[in-house]
């Protein structure tokens, strides 16, 4: 199942409807993904590209502790539709859906976007999951997210789970190795994550 993708477009810049790159910036398959030398999180991202779109894209599934919980309340109706982006972008599995919801989680803590999490998720033209603005629906609202999805979401909330690092704000299709001006961190579920290397060395 191809993710809809969450990049978000940097600084003020707003380009595309589903991600802040053009597909010039990058190629579909042919090109291997250029992993940092460093493990960056113990064990949790194979550094393999291969069966793109597998579930379960982690070595040992571990999960990261971080204090920094989301501290506001959201309304019943707010959580029925964070459970539901998540599932559109990745419900692979557990893991899959909890690299989306971390994704998401980082930018509240990140200076260049909203520190409410709804503000990050229905930001316009970001996550087309949630508004596509080509077709001008709301794709979101018929899905029906699976317990994975939703135990994920709730443990990045509630419990401070995070799979990948803070520093880890951008992510598009697994068919997608390489962006131009981005370094690549890895796959997991059916998704590639990037960052910048000046994000790195703020948020770490």
């Known amino acids: 199942m191809a993710a809809i993708g969450c990049l978000v477009c940097f600084q003020s810049v707003r380009a595309g409807t589903f991600f802040p790159f053009s597909v010039e910036d990058?190629?579909?398959?042919?090109?291997?993904?250029?992993?940092?030398g460093e493990e960056t999180v113990k064990?949790?991202?194979?550094?393999?590209?291969?069966?793109?779109?597998?579930a379960g894209r982690t070595s040992e599934c571990q999960t990261m502790e971080n204090l920094n919980m989301y501290?506001?309340?959201?309304?019943e109706e707010e959580k029925d539709i964070l459970y539901k982006v998540v599932s559109m972008e990745c419900d692979t599995g557990y893991e899959g859906s909890l690299a989306v919801i971390?994704?998401?989680?980082?930018?509240?803590?990140?200076?260049?976007?909203?520190?409410d999490l709804m503000d990050v998720v229905t930001e316009d033209?970001?996550?087309?999951?949630?508004?596509?603005?080509?077709?001008?629906?709301?794709?979101?609202?018929?899905?029906?997210?699976?317990e994975e999805c939703i135990a994920a979401v709730d443990d990045a909330l509630y419990k401070g789970k995070r799979n990948i690092p803070s520093y880890i704000?951008?992510?598009?299709?697994?068919?997608?190795?390489?962006?131009?001006?981005?370094?690549?961190?890895?796959?997991?579920?059916?998704?590639?994550?990037?960052?910048?290397t000046e994000d790195k060395y703020e948020m770490q």
């Open 169 to 196: 704000l951008y992510f598009r299709s697994s068919s997608y190795d390489y962006l131009s001006g981005y370094e690549t961190y890895g796959q997991i579920g059916d998704n590639t994550y990037f960052y910048l």
């Open 26 to 36: 990058g190629s579909k398959g042919d090109i291997a993904a250029s992993l940092m």
């Open 125 to 146: 033209s970001q996550f087309t999951a949630y508004y596509d603005k080509e077709t001008g629906t709301y794709p979101y609202v018929d899905r029906k997210p699976s």
């Open 43 to 54: 064990g949790v991202v194979e550094k393999s590209t291969k069966n793109k779109g597998s």
């Open 102 to 115: 971390s994704c998401m989680m980082n930018r509240t803590q990140s200076d260049k976007y909203s520190d």
């Open 71 to 75: 501290g506001e309340t959201l309304t």
